[in-house]
């Protein structure tokens, strides 16, 4: 991630994302992932839409909007044991 900024729990409008990344430039890519760990194979889906659904109601894309970035990214991350589950918006 050479000249990409990695931020993890930072503080943002209404909560904390667990993983920004974004490049230098506001004219560059923004990344917000947030993970869940599922008790089941069959909740990783559910868990991913969770954490997508906690960045939209936490706000966390406003803080990365209000410093001028518009190519956002969305990652909503679940894991149960070794498999990993991945939906973006």
């Known amino acids: 991630m050479k000249n990409y900024i990695v931020l993890s729990n930072r503080e943002s409008d209404n909560g904390r994302p667990d993983i920004l990344v974004k490049y230098p430039s506001v004219r560059g890519k923004a990344v917000i ?7 089941t194979y069959s909740g990783l889906s559910a868990k991913c839409d969770e954490a997508l659904e906690q ?28 498999e ?3 939906k973006v918006e």
């Open 84 to 86: 990993c589950m991945v």
């Open 33 to 39: 992932f947030e993970l869940k760990v599922s008790n």
């Open 55 to 82: 960045i939209r109601d936490q706000k966390y894309n406003e803080a990365l909007r209000e410093e001028g970035y518009t190519d956002i990214f969305k990652y909503g991350v679940a894991f149960y044991r070794k």
